[in-house]
């Protein structure tokens, strides 16, 4: 499929220095490094007020970690956390005024880069009339029509704060539905941090380490079977001996790294799960209105039962939702008997904010977000051929993988050289350049940026990898 790619790259046009000698005391780093550190003196004597250094030994105090979510904490590539003062287009500016390029884009919602003037008078314009009201408002109705004329299997939505909280209610409409238990997800996919749907997650808990059962009830773990991304007979096995209520995927894996499906795959979970009598259900939470319009049911052309929905609905604002046919999605109170609520669901200024954000969201602007995603693409796989690496992406959704061999499920996205990747993560922060602390975690692009922006990535990159190549000879 065009626009997606996996596995081992195949041209190199990039070159760096061919002798492997580290090109880290290259000009325009050291004129980085040099204008960063003025500008962080300068900041730090105006205001006089604590470094990200000393907010940090604050936070340690309150915070479990110092961090209110695990990865930010950094300790996967060897940092403390940045704390983040502002941010503005396709750049975050930390607490000591240094100023980084930012492939994170707050995990996925800031498809439009930071502080976007349009976005910031609809939250502004919604704040003035009342922060949260708990009763209906004109606006979510809006939100709704935007999101059924666009996902393809959505007639009907449920909003919510998390997209943790939209996944659990799926599994909840689907356990009513069916009248059977048990979950099926795969491995390294994560759906947020429910009970039932944490076992052997991706993002954070992958990229922590952490076992997926302490403070989950046996029970809940028991309900969940786990399978490997891109694994057909794993899938039928499953549906086969278990009475599955839903099968959760999505639909390009993107918190194990992204990682796509194989050709085909979409379309045999589509049938598997239909002859079963089970549920399938596409997390869209990362794919949503950012791989294509109507997410990757249309660019896949495959259609869920129900869709998980988040990041970019509330176009940085705490927003979610959940969304499938009629017949599903009425099953939820007060039309039906399935109970969900929540207090700040459907927040008039997360719906001003991710009304705004999918309006401006048009054909043009997923052009031009394909058109940067090949370009930064294009240009790390050639670096990867230089380096042996791998590159995974989607439409807006970028992994280089520290792996010489393609990546098609979570064991070989675990069997990738992490340490290698935390050196080059680090690298590129030296380069002014901010990109997801962990292995498992996608590059977001997003519309802020530009080939100049992507060009400075890919010399960053050039440098970064000669810097931090294993086969460099020392001394
Ligand atoms: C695919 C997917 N589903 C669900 C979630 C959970 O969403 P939230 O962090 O809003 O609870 C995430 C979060 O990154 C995600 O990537």
């Keep these: 499929m065009a626009g997606l790619s996996r596995g081992a790259p195949d ?24 204008e960063q550190k003025a500008k962080e003196e300068a900041a730090r004597a105006a205001a006089g007020r604590a470094t990200g250094a000393e907010l940090f030994e604050r936070a340690r105090r309150v915070l479990p970690g110092g961090v209110n979510s695990p990865v930010r904490a950094m300790k996967q590539v060897g940092l403390d956390p940045i704390f983040i ?57 809006e939100l709704a029509e935007e999101v059924v004329s666009r996902m393809p299997s959505v007639e009907m ?5 998390s997209g943790t909280e939209a996944a659990m209610t799926a599994a909840r409409v689907a356990r009513a539905a069916t009248g059977r238990e048990i979950l099926v997800k795969f491995a390294g996919a994560y759906h947020g941090h429910s009970d039932g749907l944490l076992a052997e997650a991706g993002s954070g808990v992958a990229t922590h380490g952490i076992p997926s059962g302490p403070g989950i009830p046996e029970a809940q773990a028991a309900g969940t079977v786990v399978v490997p991304w891109n694994d057909r007979k794993a899938v039928s096995e499953a ?11 999505e639909p390009v894996a993107a918190n194990m790294g992204v990682v796509p499906p194989e050709e085909g795959y979409l379309e045999f979970l589509r049938e598997a799960t239909s002859r079963a009598g089970s549920l399938l259900v596409f997390d869209e939470v990362i794919t949503g209105f950012r791989v294509a319009r109507g997410g990757a049911q249309e660019l896949f052309g495959v259609e869920p039962d129900l869709t998980v929905m988040g990041k970019i609905i509330g176009g940085g604002l705490p927003a979610a939702a959940l969304g499938g046919p009629r017949e599903l999605m009425e099953k939820l109170a007060p039309a ?14 997360a719906v001003a904010a991710g009304l705004t954000t999918l309006r401006r969201l048009d054909q043009e602007a997923y052009e031009r977000l394909g058109h940067l995603t090949d370009r930064l693409v294009s240009g790390l796989k050639d670096l990867a ?19 010489a061999l393609p990546v098609k499920d979570f064991d070989d996205a675990v069997a990738t050289d992490r340490e290698r990747h935390a050196a080059f993560f680090r690298a590129m922060l030296e380069r002014g350049i901010w990109l997801p602390p962990s292995q498992f975690e996608a590059w977001f692009v997003s519309l802020a940026q530009d080939e100049i922006s992507i060009d400075r990535t890919l010399m960053a990159a050039a440098e970064a ?7 460099r000879k020392i001394g």
């Design 11 to 34: 041209k190199v046009t990039i070159k760096v220095r061919g002798d492997g000698t580290p090109l880290g005391g290259s000009q325009s780093e050291v004129d980085h490094r040099e």
């Design 85 to 141: 003062e502002s941010a503005e287009g396709a750049e975050v500016i930390d607490r000591d005024g240094r100023r980084y390029l930012d492939w994170v884009g707050s995990w996925g919602p800031m498809i439009l880069g930071h502080s976007d003037p349009e976005v910031l008078e609809a939250i502004r314009e919604a704040a003035a009339r009342g922060t949260s009201f708990g009763a209906a408002t004109e606006a979510e109705v």
């Design 157 to 161: 939505i449920r909003m919510t704060s």
């Design 239 to 249: 549906l086969e001996s278990h009475e599955v209520a839903a099968v959760f995927a």
């Design 336 to 349: 039906g008997d399935v109970y969900q609520a929540g207090t700040l669901s459907g927040n008039p200024l």
């Design 385 to 403: 051929g230089e380096h042996s690496l791998t590159v995974g992406s989607a439409p807006g959704l970028v992994t280089l993988f520290f792996s």
């Design 465 to 471: 990898l000669a810097a931090t190549d294993p086969r």
